[in-house]
């Protein structure tokens, strides 16, 4: 199969990385650029350029995001397309290299239990801010700033969708320019709270009064969020487009390198990447689901490269364990400890595994994503260290097996219109996704191999922009208005501790099921409560011993698995594509694509 064999595939990283980070120094970041196509066909580089990329001498940079971005401020959305709108003005503490290395952004140094910044009971954190950072208006970045951010996440009714703060007791400025995060109990691997793109440091100043039921409300700081980055929000149009300009207070000097950033919304991905491989009518192209043989065809032209990096992604399907019937109103999806209000059928867990035996994975990876994806089991598929091997009989498809396992269970088609049904109950479900030309492919697939175990599927996609975007929206994925859903998402770390902590029925903040009364804002979307689960997450969270973390971390993926909580369908790459114009781009797997984007300059 042509397409994907040039794409560059960025390294994972090992179980040295986990024992370095709490226990020495880390490894300072790798930078690469990625290779010019050699077809004759290439774009050359510019001639009207200085001889040295200095602040804001390379024009205008435009990035292509199909799925548009709804809203800059990453807490107030659950949409990897708004994280990545926000990664480029607010920064956190410390963010992920390729390599999958722990290097100092707004603080000092990567604190070590040997440098002290780690206290050897490994119950608190301590971190120096860099000298003299200033927000982009030009006021002093502070420990009281990061104080508020806790705050403001902590508060339930602000709907805060990170969980990087759920471990978090306390968040105290020692003085201006020290943070200590405080742990209720010992924390192994400390590096959450405002580590990485999900949990950037946001303004007090502009903030304090968007805390609770009023942060869905701050539209203009939602929108055009003060920060640190080498951007900020110049204009902004929901759904459509976000245009950036040089941070002049940015720290580093003679970076950024584009004068302008333009995030291009709309449209799908096939078009995205034919804008860069085949027009070159823009710079960068995000998630390329596209099926492999057109993108393999479209680099051919030389214009630009494809580039893929694995970390933690998994395209997966869905199980929405509450009663989504329209009928009920208000009550809709709504759990609540006293009514969990059942799924009708889909709480059987002979209707999940079967809905799960007819999926044929190997198909959908192969045919669909080529290199840029592979079939799995596991809700945690990467690092590699974590990967459980318990679970890979779902690799095999068994129809067969499946009709027969609901059959066993009672659900029979008894008037013969190929829909199985028990206790006046029908196996009909209700399928949704974002609307994307691979995943209306993926749902074509499984609709018509869960017809063949007696389900009926009805199939709907919603525009990214909306689907990925603001919770108040009846559309959002955290909603969950259907029986089933499909998106990808992943450990955003190379330990899956946080992540895992979204299955959690109760976390530190309270519920963690998205309802009304926490602006939808929980992280255990399917609405799945297991207490045996939470109890076995709070041992990973107090288990120091690398080899016994590795162990919990296969049983609690195990227990998601293993209930059909979801439906792991495909490790997915994060898959781009830039113009050969661009040097710098170095994708990993654990940050955003952007995450260096102050160095990206134009060739020369």
């Not at 000092?108 to 950072?133: C, F, H, M």
């Not at 779902?394 to 609901?406: I, K, N």
């Not at 008037?415 to 049904?421: A, K, L, P, S, T």
Request: with cysteine.
């Amino acid at each position: 199969m042509q397409g994907l064999k040039k794409f560059k595939l960025l390294p994972m990283l090992g179980l040295l990385v986990l024992i370095a980070l709490v226990f020495g120094a880390c490894a300072p970041a790798a930078t690469t650029t990625a290779p010019a196509a050699d077809s004759g066909e290439a774009a050359a580089p510019s001639s009207d350029l200085p001889a040295e990329p200095g602040r804001g001498t390379d024009g205008t940079l435009t990035l292509l995001y199909w799925q548009a971005v709804s809203i800059v401020n990453p807490y107030q959305s659950t949409g990897t397309k708004d994280y990545h709108a926000g990664s480029l003005v607010l920064e956190s503490l410390l963010e992920y290299d390729p390599a999958g290395n722990l290097i100092p952004t707004l603080a000092q140094e990567v604190p070590t239990v040997e440098n002290g910044g780690v206290a050897e009971d490994l119950t608190s954190i301590t971190y120096k801010l860099k000298p003299g950072i200033v927000w982009s208006d030009g006021t002093p970045l502070t420990a009281d700033d990061f104080v508020f951010t806790w705050q403001y996440c902590a508060t339930p009714e602000t709907g805060c969708t990170s969980g990087n703060f759920s471990a978090v007791s306390n968040v105290e400025a020692v003085d201006a320019e020290t943070i200590k995060i405080t742990f209720p109990t010992p924390q192994p691997y400390p590096y959450y709270a405002f580590v990485g793109y999900l949990s950037p440091v946001i303004q007090k100043a502009q903030f304090e009064n968007c805390v609770g039921a009023a942060a869905a409300t701050c539209a203009e700081a939602n929108s055009m969020p003060i920060g640190t980055g080498p951007y900020k929000v110049k204009d902004f149009r929901a759904n459509d487009v976000v245009v950036y300009e040089v941070n002049e207070n940015y720290r580093i000097e003679n970076q950024p390198h584009f004068a302008e950033v333009v995030m291009k919304g709309g449209g799908d991905a096939e078009s995205a990447a034919r804008a860069v491989l085949e027009t070159g009518e823009a710079d960068y192209a995000w998630n390329l689901q596209v099926p492999p043989d057109v993108l393999g065809a479209m680099e051919e032209r030389g214009l630009g490269t494809v580039v893929a990096a694995f970390g933690g992604n998994v395209e997966r399907i869905l199980i929405n364990f509450t009663n989504p019937d329209p009928n009920l109103g208000d009550a809709r999806s709504e759990w609540t400890e006293e009514n969990p209000n059942p799924h009708p059928f889909l709480t059987d867990p002979a209707v999940r595994q079967a809905l799960s035996m007819a999926i044929d994975r190997n198909i959908i990876a192969e045919e669909l994503y080529g290199a840029g994806g592979r079939a799995t089991c596991n809700i945690v598929s990467g690092p590699e260290l974590y990967v459980s091997t318990a679970n890979d009989a779902c690799l095999t498809q068994d129809v067969a097996g499946a009709q027969a396992l609901l059959e066993g269970a009672g659900w029979v088609d008894s008037n013969g219109d190929g829909v199985r049904e028990k206790d006046g109950v029908e196996l009909r479900v209700l399928y949704q996704t974002s609307t994307n030309a691979v995943r209306q492919r993926t749902q074509a697939l499984i609709q018509q191999w869960w017809s063949e175990i007696g389900v009926a599927t009805e199939l709907k996609n919603i525009d990214a922009g909306v689907y990925f975007g603001p919770t108040d929206n009846a559309d959002s994925l955290s909603r969950f208005y259907t029986d089933v859903q499909m998106f990808t998402n992943g450990n955003d770390s190379p330990n899956p501790q946080a992540y895992l902590g979204g299955w959690r029925c109760v976390n530190e903040n309270g519920i963690n099921i998205p309802n009304s009364a926490n602006a939808w804002g929980g992280e255990n979307i399917e609405r799945w409560c297991s207490e045996e689960f939470d109890t076995l997450w709070n041992e990973l969270a107090s288990t120091a011993d690398t080899s016994a973390r590795i162990e919990l971390v296969k049983q609690l993926n195990d227990m998601i698995v293993q209930n059909y909580v979801n439906l792991p369908l495909v490790f997915r790459a994060s898959v781009s594509a830039h113009a050969n114009t661009v040097a710098g781009v170095d994708l990993g797997g654990f940050e955003t694509e952007e995450w260096n984007i102050e160095t990206w300059h134009r060739v020369r």
